[in-house]
């Protein structure tokens, strides 16, 4: 039997849809996220350049953001590395955080998968300390996979 899907994993299913344009579908989706949760003050993906070896800033809501994160690095590299999603409380508490947007207190990161290998991250922040748990965590991780079939 398929699992029930989330209200906005059926949004994100239904605007992708037939839609195959890469840069338009993700787009859509961090635009989707930034306007379906409170408090939050970014949103958007971090994309794996195999040529230079980095997380490279993808499409996203929010302000002006690190262009380049090396995998192993803050919480978006962390997350890459690691191969999983981490739900980070306050970014202060994390060791070598970077700090794109001074407003961030806390933070929601997950990977995205193409044909089975990681293809970036997406990632959350908040101003508001403690803003991502577990409810958070799974329904991204469900995003994540809709996405797959778009990318
Ligand atoms: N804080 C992230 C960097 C990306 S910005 O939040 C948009 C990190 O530590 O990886």
Known sequence: MSKVLSLVSQQLDALLTGETNVVSNLSNAAALIFQNYEDINWAGFYIYNSNSDTLDLGPFQGKVACMHIQPGSGVVGTAFSENESLVVPNVHDFAGHIAC????????????????????????????????????KNEVEELSEILSKYI
Do not use: M, Q, T, W
């Open 101 to 136: 947007d001074a407003d961030s207190n806390s933070e929601l990161v997950v990977p995205v998968y193409k044909n089975d290998r990681i293809y970036g991250i997406i990632d959350i922040d908040s101003p508001r300390l403690n803003r991502f748990g577990e409810i958070e």
